[in-house]
């Protein structure tokens, strides 16, 4: 493993372990009945069918940014590729957000993930939102993305929160209201419009 690589998933680890420790203190004492026991997460486990799936982006999108941002949210692509995944079996798929997307944009980014969820629920898929990510472009930049570059392995792909922050631990804060916001619409029973689950399942 690379210094580089070793250091950046160190500084996303300390990150992680500082916001939701922070969450955890402004609840109080973490509530011990509202965990389940062992046997019933087994059982609910046990009671789902088997989760085939994979990393989702549609063909139309070099990024995670270019995938949420309005100007290139593409319903017309995500039908069709949703349309494909759910003809070859897969019921799971994992998508990434980005903090730029919530810092600029925050109520359209939700109503484009509503959006998006009622198309994977409506195909019986579920979906797992993902938040950070520490692979890639570590300059993240809001707007137009450059265009991919031929022979590249996600030559477009960005690190989510970006460098300036993560190696910054006085920054870190910064991403609290985003991840909050995310986790606590996760853990809602319901989706916003209570119409699903966040991560809902069939």
Known sequence: MSETFANRRRHYSVMARSLFQAEELSR??????????????????????WRNGCNFTPSSASNQLEFWQAETFDPETLERELDLAESIGFTSL???????????????????VDRFLDMTSSRGIGT??????????????WGTQADPRPGIHNSRWVQSPGADILRDA?????????????????????????????????
């Not at 797992?128 to 930049?141: E, I, S, T, Y």
């Open 28 to 49: 109080g004492s973490h509530d011990e009945d509202s965990r389940w026991p062992a046997e019933r997460a087994h059982a609910w486990m046990k009671s789902r069918s």
């Open 94 to 112: 994992r998508v990434f957000l980005h903090d730029l997307l919530w810092t600029h944009d925050r109520d359209g980014l939700l109503s484009r």
């Open 128 to 141: 797992l939102m993902v938040l950070f990510d520490g692979v890639w472009d570590p300059f993240p930049k």
């Open 170 to 202: 006085k920054r870190h804060d910064e991403m609290k209201p985003y991840a909050k916001g995310e986790v606590r619409l996760a853990l809602q029973p319901y989706g916003r419009k209570n119409k699903r689950p966040f991560q809902h399942d069939r």
